[in-house]
Each structure stands twice: as C-alpha cells, then as structure tokens.
C-alpha cells in the first residue's frame, strides 16, 4: 500500500515537472504508475491532494536537515544552500507553479504559509546567530525582515526567474544567487 | 473598432487580475463585455492572443516614460521604482502568473525574454551612469549581473512572493523592497 502511494507520488512528480501540473492529468498519472484511475482515486481523492502530499514531502526532506543543528557557521549556511537549490530542482514545478497552485487551492495556500513562517523564522534565528558571532553586521528590524524576505524570494523564484530570463546561462546563475547579497551584511575581517 | 479592442482588454484585464487567467475564459469576458463570443474572436483568436496584447499594452506603458530619459539621478530611479509598482499593480496577472502563462505560450516567452532583455539592458545602462556620477560603487561583472538580475527578480516577484507569505503586511513591504539592496551598493558620502 506504501508502495503505491509512493509511485504515484514519485510519478506525478516526474509528470508535473516535465510537463506542467495544468496538464498532467490524474488520468495520466495513473496510467504512468500502470493502475486504474480509479485506484489512485483510492490513495488519492484528487490532483490537489497529490501536489499537497509533495509539498509535505519536500517539507519532511528539508526538516531532516535542518532540526538537529547545533552548530550554526558558515558551513552550515553553505549546506543548506545546497539543500536549498537540490530541493529547488527536485521539486521543480512547486517553486516554477507556486503561485497559480496557491490560487488554485486555498488548503495549500494555508500550508504554505504556515511552512514559510516556520522556515522563516528559523533563517532569522540562524542570522541572529550569525551576528551574535560577528559574522554577520548588526541588522536594524527592517533590514532583518528584508534579509529574511530577500533570501527566500531568491530560494523560491530565482530558478524560475532565470528560467524565463536567462534560459541560456541556467546553470552558472543558479548557485551564487544569494551569496552577493549575503556577502554585503558580512562583517568585514581577515580570519 | 479600436473601442472594441480596448473594451475587451480592459475587461479581460479586470477579470485575469480578480480570477485568475486560468478560470477567465474567452467567454467570460465576451459576456462581461456585452459582445456575443464570435464578436469576441473577431477581434481577438484566443485567450492567448488576449494576454500576448496585454503584455505589449504593459511595455508600452513603461518604455513612455523611459525612453525620454535625458539625465540620470536617484529621483529617476524613485520615479522608475514607482512606474515599476504601479504596473506590477494594474497587471497584476502577468507578474504573479507569468511561469505559467509563458510555459503555455512559446510566443508570449518569446515576447517576455525579449522585453527583459530589453529592460536589463536599461537598467545596466542606468546604473553604469550612477557609477560614472560616483552615486554607486564601482561593481565587477559578476555583481552587475546580480544587481541587474535581482533588480528584476524584485520588480517581478516581490508583490506575489509577498501575497503568498506576507498577505497581511502586503502594503508595507510592496515599495521599499530593493531600497534596502540598493542602498548596500551606495557610495556613502554626506551631499
């Protein structure tokens, strides 16, 4: 039962990525996993409710990494960087869509909200940290705020906005993203 | 016969930024605009052709107040900042939808890779003049890229990021998003 919960999961990602959640359609995912509509119906009610079940996915991969931190450096920064922009890709069609999917369902748009809060929230209290190790300049409420917006704007639409912008150059402007940004809060010092 | 033009894409434009474009079809708008469907396609083929003239009614909007450009200044920049928000504003649609719309339409991401190309270039263009001016510090390639890019980024996304994290402090935050980028790359001098 796991099993096949799993592969429609796994199929309708590949599906929505490719190919756009408008149409991939739950007809299509069933035939891709080779079962009835009306067997995915069983594990899934309806379209919506496999794009929450990855959104929740992609939550559970980034909690993974980020709950048992205990040290917070610039390394720890870099990894989730990393993790960031490996989650960015895998689940392609949720940061590309976000919008439109939100419109499109008022239960995901409560969803992501409330993960947003969670995450932004955790990015604050790890820039606070980095302050408090003056690594980070001192930041002002406002700045704070903007910081925290800023670095997650840039984790959510920079893929897609280069996508549409800069089709031809993907790969080198994907990474670097944030760290100009980040790079003028540094503290300036020699290590 | 231009009043009938302009009727249909004023009316189209109320219902893609209060609906959605993917809910407001060709005969909602036909209906709203008291012109029976075959009308509607006599002016305009599909929903496509719609959104594709509302995209170059946008431009058009931006390039009359930049291409009379004669002297490059900050208050220039707080006029663009402010045309840039009034437009994110009235076509709403196009910004918070525009991966969706340009991935079911090859020519409307023709038309918006062409524009931002365009729209990079001038703003590339104005800051190497606030550079010249000492306004800005100097940048390297990579971070002009950035600037450039993040530039567009905000005037793109902000607004919708903001709508799906931050939809109670939606006013606040829509106009002094890149002050705070901008700012980190001012010269600091007393005028």
């Given at each position: 039962m796991a099993n096949a919960k799993e592969k429609i999961l796994e199929t309708a990602l590949y599906l929505f990525n490719t190919?756009?959640?408008?149409?991939?359609?739950t007809n299509h995912i069933a035939k891709a996993c080779g079962i009835s509509p009306g067997n995915l119906y069983y594990h899934y009610k309806n379209k919506e409710e496999i794009i929450r079940a990855l959104f929740v996915q992609m939550g559970g991969e980034w909690e993974l990494k980020i709950e048992d931190v205990t040290e917070v450096n610039f390394a720890l920064f870099e990894e989730i960087k990393q993790l960031s922009h490996h989650l960015t890709k895998k689940y392609h069609f949720i940061h590309a869509e976000l919008y439109a999917l939100c419109q499109n369902d008022p239960e995901l748009t409560r969803l992501n909200q409330e993960t947003i809060t969670k995450r932004k929230a955790q990015t604050k209290a790890l820039l606070e940290m980095l302050i408090l190790h003056e690594d980070l300049v001192p930041l002002g409420t406002e700045e704070m705020e903007f910081l925290v917006d800023s670095i997650w704007l840039y984790a959510i639409f920079w893929q897609p906005y280069n996508e549409l912008v800069n089709p031809e150059r993907l790969e080198s402007v994907s990474?670097?993203?944030?760290d100009i940004l980040l790079g003028k809060f540094l503290v300036k010092k020699d290590k």
């Open positions: 190919q756009g959640s408008r149409l991939a359609t990474i670097a993203s944030t």
